[in-house]
C-alpha cells in the first residue's frame, strides 16, 4: 500500500502560507532571520522551542510575535522562584456557591504558551511542563485532561551562570525540539530596533489561524523521506552516543525530530520531501541540547557543537538521496 503524499500544488500554496507568516514576524522582530524560519518549522513539525540569551534581547517579543502571527490562544507565564506546578497546571478549589470542588485551570490551557526565564523556577516547577510537552495533556489530582490543539511551549532562559538560575533537568531539556540561541544584534539592527522604537512598536499582524496551524501540521506528516536519510539520522545519532567527549548522546527522541523538523524545513521550501540538506542544517538546533560532555571535555572547553560538528564531518551518507 502506498504512502499518501503531499501534492506539489498543495505544497507550493502551503509554503506561501507559512513565508508570509515569517515575514509578518520579521516586522516586529529585528534579529537573526533565521530564528524566525526555526520558530516556524517548529510549528510544523508539532515541537517545542527554547530560546537562550542574556536579558534583554527581544526574546519575549520573538515568542508574542510568533503567536500573534498564528492566531492562536496565547498565554504567558513568568517563571520565578516561588511558582508553584498548580500556578501553572491548575487545580481543583471550593465553589461556596456550589459546595463542590471545581477546576480552575491555569495558563498552560493555551495553544501557545510563553513560558519566560523558564530556568528562573526551580525542577520541580519546571517538571510540570513535562507531561504536556510530551503527551498534551495534563493530570490534576488523578485526572487526566487534553490541552488544546494546536499546543507549542516556546520557553525562554536566560544563561546558567546568572544569578538565580536553576539548570533545566535533561528530560525537559529533551523534550524542546529546538534551543536556540538568541545573541546581541548587530549595529545596523540595533539602530533599527532604536528608530521602530521612536516610531512606535509596530502591531503583529495575524495571518493563520488555528485551524490552518492543525492544516500545516497535517500536511508536513505528508513529507516523504527516503530510507537513506532514515539510516543517515540513525547514524549521526548512535556517533554522538559513542563519542569519547560525550556522557551522553542523542536520543531517539532526537532522531524522531530532526526527521519531523527536517519535513517542515522542505513544506516551508515548497517541497514535497526531504532533501539531505535539509537535515544537516538541523543538526545543532536539535542535537547540541541534548549532547552532554565528559568532566574532561567541560574542563578543556568542548562545546556539544563539536560533536555535532564531528559527525556531519565523519558520518557519509551511504547512498544518494533525492536532491534539489
Known amino acids: 500500500m502506498n504512502e499518501p503524499r503531499l501534492g ?14 515569517v515575514d509578518r514576524i520579521r516586522q516586529v522582530y529585528v ?6 524560519e526555526l520558530l516556524m518549522v517548529a510549528m510544523l513539525a508539532r515541537g517545542h522551542v527554547l530560546l537562550e540569551g542574556v536579558p534583554g534581547v527581544a526574546k519575549t517579543t520573538l515568542a508574542k510575535a510568533f503567536a500573534g502571527v498564528l492566531g492562536c490562544s496565547f498565554h ?8 508553584l506546578p498548580s500556578d501553572i497546571t491548575g487545580t481543583y478549589v471550593l465553589s461556596p456557591r456550589e459546595g463542590t470542588f471545581v477546576l480552575r485551570k491555569g495558563p498552560i490551557f493555551t495553544e501557545i504558551l510563553l513560558g519566560d526565564e523558564i530556568n528562573r523556577a526551580p525542577a520541580k516547577t519546571q517538571s510540570a511542563l513535562l507531561e504536556a510537552m510530551a503527551e498534551g495533556q495534563v493530570t490534576i489530582e488523578g485526572e487526566t485532561l487534553a490541552l488544546p490543539q494546536p499546543f507549542l511551549v516556546v520557553a525562554t532562559q536566560n544563561p546558567y551562570e546568572q544569578a538565580g538560575t536553576y539548570p533545566l533537568p535533561e528530560a525537559q531539556v529533551d523534550r524542546f525540539l529546538f534551543r536556540l540561541l ?6 545596523s539592527n ?8 521612536l516610531r512606535g512598536h509596530p502591531s503583529t499582524e495575524r495571518v493563520l489561524a488555528d485551524s490552518d496551524v492543525l492544516m500545516l501540521q497535517q500536511a508536513t506528516g505528508l513529507v516523504h523521506i527516503e530510507e537513506d536519510l532514515l539510516d543517515y539520522v540513525v547514524r549521526i545519532a548512535g556517533f554522538t552516543r559513542k563519542h569519547p567527549r560525550a556522557s551522553l548522546g542523542a536520543s ?8 519531523q523538523a527536517a519535513r517542515g524545513v522542505a513544506l516551508l521550501e515548497g517541497r514535497t520531501y526531504v532533501v539531505p540538506d535539509d537535515v544537516k542544517r538541523l543538526l545543532e538546533p536539535v542535537l547540541c541540547h541534548r549532547i ?3 568532566p574532561e571535555a567541560e574542563a578543556d572547553g568542548d562545546e556539544p557543537s563539536s560533536i ?3 559527525a556531519l564531518a565523519r558520518v557519509p551518507l551511504r547512498a544518494a538521496a533525492r536532491s534539489t
Open 182 to 187: 538568541v545573541d546581541y544584534p548587530s549595529e
Open 76 to 83: 504567558r507565564i513568568q517563571f520565578t522562584p516561588d511558582l
Open 8 to 21: 506539489e500544488a498543495a505544497a507550493s500554496r502551503f509554503a506561501d502560507m507559512t513565508r508570509t507568516a
Open 308 to 310: 555535532v560538528r564531528d
Open 190 to 197: 540595533e539602530r533599527e530596533v532604536l528608530r521602530r522604537y
Open 252 to 259: 531517539p527522541r532526537a532522531s524522531l525530530a530532526l526527521l
Open 31 to 36: 534579529g537573526d532571520p533565521k530564528l524566525p
Open 292 to 294: 552532554v560532555l565528559t
